[in-house]
């Protein structure tokens, strides 16, 4: 029987320059980067050095403390360099393409093998960090047995990608595979998160097997953390898991192909592009070829993402593990004269305080600037407007910050993520970081619990 | 022009303003009024990488500007009360005129004051210098009584801002509503000054001048003293031109404050609607049992005497003293409504019940805040458990 499920909290941040429904091709960089950054609590071991050859599927790292989980190549090529961050942290391994060869994982019926033989697939070609885990938002533990598996198969993030152009424009064949891959890993159910009702999502029609369900709402109504929440809650002591529909993709072409071939098609979004669309990439690809000659004008920030969870990358930086979207907006470095007491016509923002709220629908150019300074929490009952779930964000942010471990765990910091916190961030008034804080007791709390 | 040239002026500035600097010891100063002259050019780092416009500055420039019609009318009332305590009928400017010449060195000396410590304190620990304070600033002189020594006032200020605040740990650590307890501070310290007749009257605690049978009472005190008949009328309380503190008089006037706080959605809606709720409540359950001529006084009375509306729409809604959750501000604003009218009725000793009906639920907001928080805990250990018998079995 499938759920709908309508949710009245949230916000949609209305920004300009959505993708236009247009596939433009395919796009091969030359330049591709593994990110241990891109995986958080993560602590890199290399597993290459600099000049060395690789394959598409050569382990570059693994994971420190659970060495059997692989982050692989994402082309074949040589390793161009090791990116390095303060305290000699790995920030990025950098790989140049060349040749096409690809480490054979070799083809395997999805169907018939067991779930350690999948698990061993998915973990030697490197699609194991696809699959991440709610408690603690981190990639899920070969061990473990989830309680159910969540697909979520929308995006309402600000400029997201939309989910049915792309379904339309991918391998359907595969996802099925990948979905029968991922059914054994669980005795539990699929479950298949869709927006709005079925007539919406002719394209997974024919998708059987899997519970269905129906969200609809504002933003973050197609995060997994909020179809977790209401479908299935995790409870201390369960786990459920979740991977993004695309490399739900890549783990099918793993089985039916072989191959370790993360490739996805993304959206190319944000106010300074020229020419917003869709673009066919392997995950890891630098983005140059993207804006080269397509931005506008001006300093502008580069995300690998969406506006409220992605990553700063910079003009010549590499697509995110996880990332269906580029987003280029402008930089914000500017003094505003009085800019707290202006009327504020084209300013948007989730308060009506502005003038600009009086007029509906309009879309808006939105920059980097901070608007502030940061203070203490002083105004209440603005987060819990956009936390679509039974859960107090202040007080859950307040245990965080005071590392109080068992009322982060009274309060359900096992529901929640940094991305379904992001847009209190982006509300709140005392411009507090709400998703590092989140982030630091999410890593104190498996710390604690491991 | 005058923008960019300012602008430079303050780069200029600047490095004598930060560490090692001629000024360093001005650096919070110096910041504070360069952040409130330009928005800081500081851009997003980490976490979300576009953020709201909406700022503390400008949230507490929306609860200034609901409080300019008070402010307005108050001025207005001040001077219409000292005219007529002497006798004279005046112009609609003149008294306004006369009024806001003596309430402007209440508001000068609470600013002064408050502001100069948030600055010493702000340079001590490091911080920005907080927004807090600016609406506090005005807060005070609108719950004072116009007679109110000058010194008196800056001797409040300090104590509710340094042991009301400071100690706690600054603007949003604060367990009471800062302004109220400037106004506790004198009704405790200096009673004469915050209770009788004569203090609300430009003045009248000189005496000069004064025509015979002017009376400064107050509704409120008219009524704990039971001379119910000599009241003014509903429609004159509604409007304000009574005695009483500063800029509590006209409920019209607050009124429009309330709208400008709910549309913009700066005050809440649910302690506003509340405060009122428990005050109809308490005022109509008195109204039944009607055991002297105060209790009889029809229930609407209550809501447009003295510092009710005041208190509801700008002390009870206060982010920070208050419940901090959806469920638990309305029963917050409910007994500060009931508690209201319940102090001012029953307890002859304060005719003003509204003050320490707020502040002794200031006190009990985050009992309120407990226990929905509890209930909530509750929930998912209940969700934990069902979870794991059905495992189980």
Known sequence: MSRSIKLKKGFDIRLEGIAQKRLAGAVSPVMFGVKPIDFPGLIPKLDVKPGVDVLAGTPVFHDKLRPEIKFTSPVSGKIVSVERGDRRKVLEVVIERAGTGSVDFGKADAGKITAEQIKEHLLESGLWPSIRQRPYHVIANPGDQPKSIFISCFDTAPLAPDYNFILENSSLSSFRTGLTALSKLTRGKIHLVMKGNSADNKVLDGIEGVEKSFFSGPHPAGNVGVHIHHLDPVNKGEVVWYVNFQDVISIGRLFDEGVYRPERIIALTGSEIINPQYFRIVSGGAVTQLVTGNVKAGEHRYISGNVLTGTNIGPEGFLGFYDSQITVIPEGKYHEFFGWAAPGLNKFSFSRTFLSSLIPKKSYKLDTNFHGGERAFVVTGQYEKVVPMDIFPMQLLKAAIAQDIDMMENLGIYEVAEEDFALCEFICPSKIEIQSILRNGLDLMRKEMS | ?393
């Open chain 2, 1 to 393: 022009m005058i923008m960019n040239s300012l602008r430079k002026t303050l780069d200029k500035l600047k490095p004598h303003f930060t560490k090692g600097g001629k000024f360093a010891k001005l650096q919070s100063v110096f910041e504070g009024f360069e952040a409130f002259m330009f928005v800081s050019d500081k851009v997003t780092f980490k976490g979300s990488h576009i953020r709201d416009p909406l700022d503390l500055k400008r949230t507490m420039t929306v609860v200034i500007i609901a409080l300019l019609p008070a402010l307005l009318f108050g001025s207005y009332n001040t001077g219409l009360q000292h005219f007529r305590s002497i006798g004279t009928d005046p112009a609609l400017f003149q008294a306004f005129w006369f009024g806001f010449l003596r309430i402007l060195p209440l508001i000068i000396v609470s600013y002064v004051v408050g502001l100069g410590i948030e600055f010493i304190v702000a340079q001590i620990r490091g911080h920005e210098i907080n927004e807090g304070y600016l609406v506090t600033g005005l807060l005070i002189p609108l719950i004072m009584p116009i007679d109110v020594p000058l010194w008196m006032l800056a001797l409040a200020v300090a104590f509710s801002v340094i042991l009301g605040k400071e100690i706690f740990g600054g603007t949003g650590m604060n367990v009471f509503n800062p302004a109220l307890l400037a106004r506790a501070f004198i009704f405790f310290s200096y009673p004469a000054w915050m209770t009788g007749d004569n203090v609300w009257t430009e003045g009248l605690t000189a005496g000069k001048n004064i025509i015979d049978g002017f009376s400064g009472a107050t509704p409120l005190s008219l009524a704990a003293a039971g001379e119910i008949t000599k009241l003014p009328s509903f429609i004159q309380m509604l409007i304000g031109t009574i005695p009483g503190s500063v800029g509590e008089t006209s409920a019209i006037a607050i009124l429009i404050g309330a709208v400008i706080l709910i549309l913009t959605g700066v005050g809440s809606w649910k302690i506003i609607v509340s405060v009122f709720a428990g005050g109809i409540g308490m005022g109509l359950l008195l109204n039944a049992i009607s055991a002297n001529t105060y209790m009889e006084l029809p229930f609407y009375y209550h809501l447009v005497m003295g510092g009710f509306a005041f208190g509801a729409v700008f002390m009870a809604t206060d982010p920070v003293s208050g419940a901090q959750t959806e469920k638990g501000k309305w029963i917050y604003g409910f007994l500060i409504g009931v508690l209201s009218v319940l102090i001012r009725v029953l307890n002859p000793a304060y005719p003003e019940g509204v003050m320490l009906a707020i502040l002794l639920m200031n006190v009990f907001a985050s009992l309120i805040d407990y226990y929905i928080i509890q209930s909530n805990i509750k929930k998912r250990l209940r969700r934990a458990k069902v979870a794991l018998n059905t495992n189980i079995k």
